[in-house]
């Protein structure tokens, strides 16, 4: 079974430019989930879709992050302009139906370093 | 303010000997609680759970022991391998609010197994 697979994995630009992630998730996983783990810290949970719906995104910065599930499979996370603290890495993860005791699984992540 | 904790922020252990990892949480809300290992480059992986309802669960050479009246569960390794090496990372799930399955992370614990 393929993991979670995310894109590009390594990404450096200049502060005030945009970039983007892209995640495909396990097939048949209904959930999927964005983290930002910044060096030294755990992940901490940006946004959570279920399905191509919204569940959680009380912690997505909403002025400069975006994000989007349009077909329910396939998700994208956006950062326009980006900031400095922006530099972590942005982990997928995916489940199959988001229930709390349900199993999350992690793609490989992105480092974005913002110069 | 960190719900769920981890303070120690590397372990060193001899192959073949016991590794006890740590993590304390303060929010008597959550009621799943998880241990994901963490390998350089790479993302998050699953490891092992428990239920609030449970005080202990076994998978092969990982045991973890949850003690809600203090809040604490840990996590032991036996026999420690030089492929146990890596962050460890405790995570906390509540069933609260419109996030099932949020997880929240502490920072994790770097374990060192030597040869």
């Known amino acids: 079974e393929a993991g979670v697979a995310q894109s590009p994995r390594y990404k450096i630009i200049e502060k005030r430019q945009s970039v983007a992630f892209w995640c495909n998730p396990i097939?048949?996983?209904?959930?999927l989930y964005w983290y930002q783990q910044i060096l030294g810290q755990g992940p901490k949970l940006l946004i959570q879709f279920q399905n191509n719906g919204v569940v959680d995104d009380s912690q997505l910065p909403k002025d400069r992050f975006s994000a989007e599930r349009l077909k329910g499979v396939d998700s994208t996370l956006k950062i326009q302009p980006a900031k400095l603290e922006d530099s972590a890495v942005y982990l997928c993860?995916?489940?199959?139906?988001?229930?709390?005791?349900?199993?999350?699984?992690f793609g490989p992540g992105t480092r974005l370093t913002v110069l | 303010d960190q719900q769920v904790k981890q303070n120690s922020p590397s372990l060193s252990v001899q192959e073949g000997r016991i590794s006890i990892l740590n993590c304390d949480y303060t929010n008597s809300m959550f009621d799943y609680f998880l241990w994901y290992k963490k390998y350089p480059a790479e993302g998050p992986t699953f490891l092992i759970s428990?239920?609030?309802?449970?005080d202990k669960n076994e998978d092969g050479r990982f045991t973890v022991f949850l003690n809600k009246s203090a809040k604490h569960l840990s996590l032991h390794i036996v026999p420690s391998q030089p492929g146990d090496s890596a962050v460890y990372f405790c995570?906390?799930?509540?069933?609260?609010?419109?996030?099932?399955?949020?997880?929240?992370f502490g920072k994790g614990t770097k374990l060192s197994v030597k040869p």
């Open positions: 993860a995916s489940s199959f139906s988001g229930g709390d005791t349900d199993t999350q699984y």
């Open positions: 995570a906390a799930s509540a069933p609260y609010g419109g996030s099932q399955g949020n997880l929240i």
């Open positions: 097939s048949g996983h209904a959930t």
């Open positions: 428990i239920s609030s309802i449970k």
